[in-house]
């Protein structure tokens, strides 16, 4: 696809389960980020993939948040032992990151994660 | 003391009105700037890249200051339809892996009315 997409764009999940959201970045760009954004407030940045070099996961709120991706592909993002705070829409994007390209930051739909 | 600054508002105009938001920056390493707007519900979606020289899409002037480390967005002759979320982004080199990471200001609500 042309876009930056994630799934699932919508998760309801019990509290204390694990949940598993995934990002296709658009082909070729070499960074990606995660960012969180509860609702009425700010983009919370949560962890960020440059290419080869070992990912910023100075965002990650706690331990219960991990992100994993393969090369230049998919992105997962993992929460484990979900709690009602964590409930919020989960931003991907993606960017070619060259400075170049001026390094202009695309954005998935968002996966909407309720815990209830 | 946070890396991107925005006055969150809101900003709440008459259609035709002229507004403009600020944004400072803290680490004057940073690289290129970017406004982007978010509608509700939505993701955010660039709206204008801003310049050195300074830059105009229709409507909306984007201006750079360096030596005060700000930008500024200003909005012509506002619609109905500009009401959003406006966030500012700085992306900042780093040296390390000679690409950039983008740093994103939590935004200025805008509210225009009939």
């Known amino acids: 696809g042309a876009g930056v997409s994630q799934s699932p764009s919508n998760k309801v999940t019990e509290k204390g389960k694990d949940v598993e959201l995934r990002c296709d970045p658009i082909?070729?760009?070499?960074?990606l980020y995660w960012y969180r954004q509860r609702l009425g407030q700010g983009l919370e940045f949560l962890i960020y993939f440059q290419g080869n070099s070992a990912p910023d996961k100075s965002g990650l709120p706690s331990d219960r948040f991990s992100a994993e991706r393969t090369g230049e592909s998919v992105s997962t993002l993992t929460i484990q032992r979900t709690q009602q705070e964590d409930s919020a829409v989960y931003l991907c994007?993606?960017?070619?990151?060259?400075?170049?390209?001026?390094?202009?930051?695309?954005f998935g739909e968002g996966s909407w994660l309720t815990v209830v | 003391r946070k890396e991107v600054e925005q006055d969150p508002g809101p900003f709440n105009v008459p259609e035709g009105a002229t507004v403009a938001f600020n944004c400072t920056y803290s680490n004057s390493a940073s690289q290129s700037f970017f406004w982007y707007r978010q509608d509700c519900r939505k993701e955010p979606k660039l709206l204008m890249s801003?310049?050195?020289s300074g830059n105009e899409d229709g409507r909306f002037t984007a201006q750079l200051n360096r030596a005060s480390q700000y930008i500024s967005l200003l909005i012509r002759d506002s619609k109905l339809s500009d009401s959003a979320t406006y966030l500012c982004v700085v992306n900042i080199l780093s040296r390390n892996t000679n690409a950039g990471k983008s740093t994103f200001g939590d935004g200025t609500t805008l509210t225009v009315k009939p």
């Open positions: 801003v310049y050195s």
């Open positions: 082909s070729g760009h070499t960074a």
């Open positions: 994007a993606s960017s070619l990151d060259s400075v170049s390209s001026g390094n202009t930051i695309y």
